[in-house]
């Protein structure tokens, strides 16, 4: 093949949204705990939230699979009165939904004796509700919130990443990579991609000089996160 680089084929990666594919930790572990815990939720609807690729649409589908649930996405132009005749439901990013038609649902389907669980980056007291009805139903939600991971969270993360894209990494690139990503779920899927994307187009394995190339890592960065933290 000549010098030019591959033409990188985005194929997309399977993301596996099993409940054993779930990597549990202290970050998550009471949210996992509530799931696990349905149908004897205190309250028909639970609330989880954390930042973006923390887990929480992976743990919406555990849900949806033990429940019987159905997914609804904020873009998918369902009626509310069909929604609310499932037993359970997800709200995957709830807080973007418009206002008056989250809270008909939520009546609804409170009426009806369902269950409901919402997602959201930040919790329903931040979603800057106006309608006051709807703030009520929200205050009395139980909420649960999935953290940052933790180092043993951060490493299997990026273990998952790449394993969902078919991607074959040394544990010493994991190890590499962990000591010098920032400690954030979107941080380990920006560098999954970026890697996955240079592997392709180079034609090379993710190893460490790849590493080092595409996201600029070096010693010093090491050095800074040690000062840092």
Not at 56 to 79: E, N, R, S, Y
Not at 112 to 124: D, E, F, K, N, S
Not at 201 to 220: D, K, M, Y
Request: proline share 6%; charged share 20%; net charge negative.
């Amino acid at each position: 093949m000549s010098a030019a680089r591959q033409l990188t084929l985005d194929l997309g990666h399977l993301k596996a949204f099993g409940r054993e594919d779930f990597l549990v930790s202290p970050a998550n572990a009471e949210a996992v705990a509530w799931i696990d815990r349905w149908p004897k939720w205190p309250e028909q609807v639970l609330a989880i939230y954390g930042p973006v690729g923390c887990g929480k649409t992976h743990l919406a589908h555990v849900f949806q699979k033990c429940a019987g649930a159905q997914f609804i996405a904020v873009d998918d132009v369902v009626p509310p009165e069909e929604l609310a005749g499932d037993s359970a439901l997800v709200l995957d990013d709830a807080a973007e939904w418009e206002e008056e038609p989250l809270l008909h649902l939520v009546n609804l389907h409170r009426a009806r004796g369902g269950t409901m669980l919402l997602t959201a980056v930040q919790a329903p007291a931040r979603w800057g509700v106006g309608l006051a009805d709807l703030a009520s139903r929200l205050a009395a939600v139980p909420v649960v919130e999935i953290a940052p991971p933790d180092d043993g969270l951060l490493a299997a993360l990026l273990v998952k990443q790449f394993a969902d894209r078919q991607v074959a990494v040394a544990p010493e690139v994991i190890a590499y990579l962990a000591a010098r990503l920032d400690r954030s779920f979107a941080a380990v899927a920006e560098a999954a991609q970026a890697l996955d994307e240079a592997a392709l187009a180079r034609g090379r394995v993710a190893s460490i000089p790849l590493v080092r190339e595409v996201l600029g890592f070096g010693e010093e960065a090491v050095i800074d996160q040690e000062v840092n933290s």
